[in-house]
């Protein structure tokens, strides 16, 4: 006997039920939790309307890189469409956050501010790509919004529908050497620590770019030039033309056993670059930095259950500070980072466990009065994966030391838990937040009345634990959940020690599900 009709049917009368309620909701005015009910009955439809399919398809983990419902269907078909790329990506998530994640001035206050922000975010992406005889296009949309999100002034994580990637390519590396991206697309080199695509983010990061890729047996280069693109939440998303961002990145094998990156990067902000009307987001302040770097990692499986990786970055250039009197803004930057990061896994344990250690840091700077900036500059990161789930860290003045394990207890499900101690590499330079700002805009000493420059507090910061559960239910849905805990630190405690203020500690808790068609 065929179930399928029936339990597609059952699932279809309970979508149509929460999509009744869903109404019903929408038109009730009882404050934030109604809302928040609304938010998560409307990803709880889109859930089940979806794993209705899932289930009723009865499709197992694919054994090769899963191209998605339509594709896979679409493919099926004829092999025509081989050189098709059709699809959906869908992502829900809500977050609560309490401690911090308001504004960044007050993370960590304890009195006199609102410091809870318990908000549901939502983003579609359709794309449809093409591919054959070396000639290709990609044209991928996005719609990002959000409920109740109390950061402001306006929502930093929605921007109605938009072009994300709209690119050509000529050439295929399979067949010739050389081959040209040419459009708007996502730039992402490394692990992301430098320049990312950004993707936990509702919105994500896309430049428009020319892209020259060079590939042969033992090594590959990409040089690239690019200006990023600005959000606007009420016209079409443009370039900056006074924010150009360029580079060379070279990966070889030259190096037994290891990949080793050498890579140039160029940030070039003119005078009118954080002028940009409407931009959802701060823009820079002029400044030309120079980036060069060198990554040493080792292939998986040459050093048995060992793996490691080592990363240096040398920062040199110009930078202008609008925080300075007119006529000694103009400073000479030079700054430094490193990462050094090591694991090992128990391939023949039960849940197959790797625990690691890393160790990053970057300078700061040590006198904003003396005609040099020592603050590394953190460029165009996903710091995210690096300095902690709860995002109140960058790669600028800071010393990282991170202990991590994770396994999978059983198939498909990934259970991780970090530590992290944050010191500030100079306490007479700011606490900068995750997206690389001072958390005020400030140089002078702001003695137990908020962040500023104190260089007799103490540097260290505090520390975060995070643990993180993901779970595939199909190769084209995931689950997955979060809990971070940030223990203040001496630095946090002297920020917040005048009458009033105080300091506390902060909580992270979210829930995510990813479904692409």
Not at 142 to 147: C, D, F, L, Q, V
Not at 433 to 452: H, I, Q
Request: charged share 20%; net charge neutral; with cysteine.
């Amino acid at each position: 006997m065929n179930l399928k009709p029936h339990y597609s049917g059952c699932l279809t009368q309970i979508k149509a039920l929460l999509q009744e309620k869903i109404a019903e909701l929408l038109q009730m005015k009882n404050g934030i939790m109604t809302r928040m009910a609304s938010s998560w009955v409307i990803g709880l439809a889109f859930a089940i309307g979806n794993v209705g399919v899932i289930a009723a398809d009865g499709a197992a983990a694919a054994p090769k890189p899963y191209a998605g419902w339509i594709n896979e269907w679409l493919r099926e078909q004829s092999q025509s469409w081989n050189a098709w790329d059709i699809g959906v990506q869908n992502r829900v998530r809500q977050e609560f956050k309490l401690g911090a994640g308001v504004a960044p001035a007050t993370d960590f206050r304890r009195y006199n501010v609102d410091n809870r922000n318990i908000y549901f975010l939502y983003r579609v992406r359709p794309h449809v790509g093409y591919s054959a005889n070396g000639i290709g296009f990609y044209l991928e949309g996005r719609h990002s919004g959000s409920i109740d999100d109390d950061r402001g002034p306006r929502n930093p994580e929605a921007d109605p529908m938009d072009i994300h990637q709209a690119y050509i390519t000529l050439g295929n590396t399979k067949d010739l050497p050389l081959s040209l991206k040419l459009g708007r697309q996502e730039l992402s080199y490394g692990e992301e620590r430098l320049v990312g695509a950004f993707a936990w983010n509702n919105i994500g990061r896309v430049f428009d770019a020319a892209k020259i890729t060079l590939r042969q047996e033992n090594f590959s280069v990409d040089a690239f030039t690019s200006m990023l693109t600005v959000v606007d939440q009420h016209n079409l998303n443009y370039p900056n033309p006074d924010d150009w961002f360029s580079g060379v990145y070279v990966t070889t094998k030259f190096v037994p056993k290891n990949t080793l990156d050498l890579y140039f990067l160029s940030r070039n902000a003119g005078r009118q670059s954080y002028t940009a009307a409407n931009s959802l987001v701060p823009l820079p302040s002029p400044r030309d930095i120079y980036t060069a770097g060198i990554r040493l990692k080792s292939l998986p499986g040459q050093f048995g259950n060992w793996d490691y990786s080592i990363e240096v970055m040398g920062q040199w250039g110009h930078f202008n500070d609008p925080l300075l009197p007119a006529g000694a803004r103009s400073l000479r930057h030079e700054a430094y980072a490193l990462v050094c990061q090591g694991g090992y896994t128990f391939k023949e344990a039960a849940f197959t466990p790797r625990i690691g250690l890393e160790y990053s840091a970057a300078t700061g700077d040590g006198n904003p009065n003396d005609g040099k900036h020592g603050t590394f500059e953190n460029l165009f990161p996903t710091n995210h994966k690096f300095y902690g789930y709860m995002d109140m860290v960058s790669l600028q003045n800071i010393h990282n030391l991170r202990a991590t394990i994770s396994m999978n207890p059983v198939k498909r499900f990934k259970f991780s838990l970090d530590w992290h101690a944050f010191w500030l590499a100079d306490s007479s330079d700011h606490f900068y937040n995750a997206a690389g700002a001072r958390r005020a805009a400030t140089l002078a000493p702001t003695p137990g009345t908020g962040y500023g420059i104190n260089p007799n507090y103490s540097s260290y910061v505090g520390s975060e634990l995070d643990l993180v559960a993901t779970y595939t239910l199909h190769p084209a849905a995931v689950v997955e959940a979060g809990y971070g805990h940030f223990f203040r630190g001496s630095y946090i405690r002297q920020t917040f020690s005048a009458a009033g203020h105080g300091s506390r500690d902060a909580d992270y808790v979210y829930l995510q599900f990813a479904l692409n068609f």
